[in-house]
């Protein structure tokens, strides 16, 4: 398990990623509050998911070998 987390994106990918999850956190307690419950939830958890993936310095497309700009 070591291997698949092993960090593979520099420190501005991660500031994006850590500004792109706390955007989506933010946005899921909006949605979640006044528009749709489902939809909160779902910003929520892939806010989490993006803000785990700056805090690791792993990007999920990279590891698949998709090439990311960031």
Do not use: Q, Y
């Not at 989506?24 to 006044?34: E, N, R, S």
């Amino acid at each position: 398990m070591r291997k698949l987390f092993t960090p593979n994106i520099d420190s501005r990918g991660r500031l994006v990623r850590a500004a792109l999850g706390i955007a989506l956190l933010a946005g899921g307690w909006i949605a979640h509050v006044k528009e749709s419950e489902g939809l909160g939830v779902a910003l929520i958890v892939f806010g989490g998911f993006v803000c785990f993936e700056a805090a690791r310095g792993w990007c999920v497309a990279r590891a698949c070998g998709i090439k990311t700009r960031l």
